[in-house]
């Protein structure tokens, strides 16, 4: 698994083992991970007679399951905006499926798969509720149980709430009220809760990664991780969507572009994640990106139909037969490389992933940290304690006590001021939650027995401390 979603898969295991959700058994406690859900999900496949080594499987099928579900409910968004559109429809569900980063993170480990098919189900439900002028209280409760998966699908959340209250005007009141109890009852649950446990009201990585570094230098980074990414997908693509308004100008084209945009601002607003250098969606975005496949398909669809119907027709004769064919095998070329498109990434061995020529990008660097891990286990003792900087894969197959040097799993450091390096020339390697580390803390104070990885431009930093 990716190892972001490894670290989530240690909590899981100590969790099921009756340590409690904890990065080390007996170690302190700290929320290290901002899915607590999903670490609950992990969790129960840790309670099955199955290796470590196989246990990234189940949690892949599971985000293959999600993806596939997601579809579905693609697929109903679709037919409901365009009044059963079949091209449209079909070209929604085939862009969405073949989208990389959706897969890529899905199966990664993530939780971006059941994020998506709760945000495209509350999305369909929310659609379907106004299409029939009734009210049901399953949208809040759905979106309610995603802000446990992860807490900033408080996003979707108000928008699919804005949309419900705005355009249900026979159910204002009854929106309102499910809407801030919805709010109330899972936010400030899970914070009562993580008060109890932790003894702190968010989790450890909210202060990792939003805390310590100036707001505007933050977000500056969040613009220009975005612009790159719309540019990687192509000025004329990126402005495609918009057009769909020039031809489906209604309530439900309008909630799928703001759960886009929503995505969108709020990535910017955390300056982005991690791995933009990358290229392609990053996790934010990605929940984001169904609904903009679909507004793509269906402004397609519109423009070759507009071509077909008052261009090539009045140019050839409403009699030529072979008008129609054509222009839709020349509309499936379009979408097909505009896909093609959308799936070559920074990396220049992009199309090799998504054609599953090779794994997945971050494959050989999570291989690595496993192999590291389970090198680590057969050097050392039960007893050892190490340090570690890609914290999860290491963490997870060495089954030793484990000092975070990044500071996810530690309070002091995810408090610090972030370091940012002087030499850095460039705002895609400015890393949010990956800039903060202390040497004195981890090396001089916790004194671990094996240092198993440095922040690349710290070389001789630590030298004072060994």
Known sequence: LFDDATISMQYARNLANGAGPVWNTGGERVEGFTNPLWVAFMALFHLLPVAYSKMALFIQISGAIFVMLSLVYVKKITELITGNNAWATLLAVFTTAFYYPLSNWSLFGTEVGVLTFMTVLGAWWAMRDVSRGQFKPGVYILMGISTLVRI??????????????????????????????????????????????????????????????????????????????????????????????????????????????????????????????????????????????????????????????????EFVGKARGWVTPVVNLCLAAFVFLSLVNFNTLLDGNSLKYWLLLQPTVFSPGSQRYAVDGLLVKSLTTPEAKILVGAAGNVAYFSERFSYDMMGKADYEIARQTAKIPDNLDSLTFLQPGHNKYDYSISIGRYQPDVLVELKRYTDEEFLPYL
């Open 152 to 313: 900033d699908m408080a996003v979707p959340y108000i928008i699919l709430w804005a949309f419900l209250f705005w355009f249900d005007k026979t159910n204002r009141r009854k929106h309102l009220l499910w809407g801030v109890l919805g709010l109330v009852a899972f936010l400030g649950g899970q914070t009562l809760l993580r008060l109890w446990y932790y003894g702190d009201p968010l989790p450890n990585t909210y202060y990792l990664k939003m805390t310590g570094m100036d707001s505007f230098l933050r977000i500056k980074r969040g613009l220009y991780v975005f612009a790159k990414f719309a540019w990687n997908l192509g000025p004329v693509f990126v402005a495609l969507p918009f057009l769909v308004f020039a031809f489906k100008r209604n309530r439900y084209t309008l909630l799928a572009m703001l759960l886009f945009l929503g995505q969108c601002a709020y990535s910017v607003y955390v300056g982005g994640d991690a791995w933009e250098h990358r290229g392609g969606a990053n996790r934010f975005i990605t929940l984001g990106m169904p609904f903009f496949m679909i507004l793509f398909s269906m402004t397609s669809v519109y423009l070759f139909d507009l071509l077909k119907d008052h261009g090539l027709k």
